[in-house]
């Protein structure tokens, strides 16, 4: 249960990012709002309000970046983005809980005492009220963080934040994941899944040690992009900040973000733009067609057990387990395809006798797949890997132009989230800021404005820093 500082750090965080915004440039006043809430306020811990949302470290700041650019800097920030698909994306991203409440008023009986309600119009407008506190942290990225500047404040940002962070998770590494319990008091999550290796991997504040793994990756490849563009009198420094931030993910104990920088790192270090923005693009068709090849039985499920078996049995009953349920769920999705099972657990499976749930959704695609189905599927994670391809196509078209130098990197950073989302659901406030920013790059290289750049000497076209006061 959280405690009142849970609480208050909820409260206080909008007076937060006013200070920020006073103290630092717009867009590094933006990035830090958004990352630094998702980093330090308590997860699970959410103010309840009725007929709206709960307000959470998702929805608060987003929410308050919005209101203080907006109200105060007045700054007008479009909710719709330029492109017809982008707009197409983003309502059906909005809108398909609306057909999941129209196909699911009837209650679902589960064991002999249990009823799941049926999903009533009460929940459409909550459900959809927090699809659009989700596209706020997108609109204010598409809008103030397109341009190279931008773009490179946002790897600086996670290079910054991943060193800040390193301490609680070093500390938790040493001494076991208890911050969240002595500052905001409770545990957020099985602290047996915290136990590995004969020792301990860091949760700090958020819903469970892989996001903390996957964000450390992310700053590792963010500081192999930086090492890549800054000066040679720079590269110690940085150097040493990569091979840093590199030793604190292996004590992380996330097999696969380890994997993912193993690979990606030296391809952001020395591959060129355009091959960075291919497999960007790869990683994206992988999870747009995930579903369609795990149902058509292509996915290898069986090697890739067998293959974890070489390297852990442990690992290979955990990558077991999360395929049977993959399995399992995607059966149950199958039966309502088009808008879902909603939620209050319609979307799991239930023992027949006592009702409780047996199953497990641990990936972000099984998830929107059972409760929102093949609409809020296409709506999410279209709308996630729309500027991928238009990046992508507009690499093609401009020839021998080159993209800003942060673009590449970002790319792939966001592809293997993408990717990453298919095993769990790390899907975060900072994925939709890095979709919103290299959205909002595709449409200004549209206009002409940056596609064609020289390295670290592109204009800056963003707008005039601002302050409250």
């Known amino acids: 249960m959280p405690n009142s500082l849970a609480y208050l750090a909820l409260v206080l965080w909008p007076v937060v ?9 717009m867009e590094r006043a ?30 608060i700041p987003a929410l308050s970046a919005y209101a203080v650019v907006t109200l105060m800097l007045r700054i007008p920030v479009p909710l719709i983005p330029e492109g017809w698909l982008a707009r197409v994306l983003l309502v059906v991203f909005v809108l398909a809980p609306f057909g999941t409440i129209l196909t699911n008023p009837e209650p679902v009986f589960v064991g002999h005492h249990r009823v799941l309600p049926g999903l009533r119009l009460y929940d459409a407008i909550s459900i959809i009220a927090f699809q659009a506190f989700v596209i706020l942290t997108f609109a204010l990225a598409r809008s103030l963080l397109a341009t190279p500047s931008a773009l490179r404040e946002i790897l600086i940002a996670l290079v910054v934040a991943g060193l800040i962070y390193s301490v609680p998770m070093l500390v938790e590494i040493r001494l076991s994941p208890q911050l969240n319990t002595w500052i905001y008091g409770f545990f957020q999550h099985s602290f047996e899944q915290m136990m590995r290796q004969g020792g301990f991997r860091p949760i700090v504040f958020l819903e469970h040690g892989l996001w903390v793994a996957f964000f450390a990756m992310t700053s590792v490849l963010a500081a192999f992009a930086l090492l890549r563009a800054r000066p040679r009198e720079e590269k110690a420094r940085l150097t040493m900040a990569a091979a840093y931030l590199f030793v604190v993910l292996v004590l992380c104990k996330s097999i696969g973000s380890l994997i993912y920088a193993v690979l990606l790192a030296p391809m952001v270090l020395l591959v060129g733009q355009r091959w960075l923005l291919r497999l960007a ?74 009702g409780r749930v047996f199953t497990v959704a641990d990936g972000r695609w099984v998830i929107v797949l059972g409760m929102f189905g093949w609409a809020g599927y296409v709506g999410e994670f279209g709308l996630l890997a729309l500027p991928l391809f238009l990046l992508w196509r507009q690499s093609r078209r401009a020839g021998g132009a080159r993209l800003a130098a942060p673009v590449g990197a970002l790319a792939v950073i966001h592809g293997v989230n993408m990717v990453d989302m298919l095993p769990n659901a790390t899907l975060t406030p900072v994925t939709w800021l890095i979709a919103g920013a290299l959205l909002g790059y595709t449409e200004l290289a549209a206009r002409k404005e940056v596609i064609v750049d020289q390295g670290d000497r592109t204009p800056d076209l963003s707008p005039r820093q601002r302050t409250i006061i």
Not at 17 to 25: A, G, K, T, W
Not at 30 to 57: E, M, N, Q, R, T
């Open 30 to 59: 933006l990035i830090w709002s958004i990352v630094g809430g998702y980093l330090f306020l308590p997860p699970v811990a959410a103010i309840d309000l009725p007929a709206v949302p709960a307000l959470d470290k998702m929805s």
């Open 281 to 354: 693009v790869v990683m994206a068709v992988l999870a747009l067609t995930y579903p369609v090849l795990r149902s058509a039985g292509v996915i290898p499920a069986d090697e890739m057990v067998r293959l974890a078996a070489s390297y852990s049995a442990d690992r290979a009953q955990s990558l077991n387990y999360r395929f049977t349920n993959e399995s399992v769920l995607l059966d149950h999705a199958f039966q309502k395809p088009w808008f879902g099972w909603g939620g209050y657990e319609r979307n799991l499976l239930h023992d027949p006798v006592s």
């Open 17 to 25: 990012v006013v200070v920020l915004f006073r103290r630092l440039p």
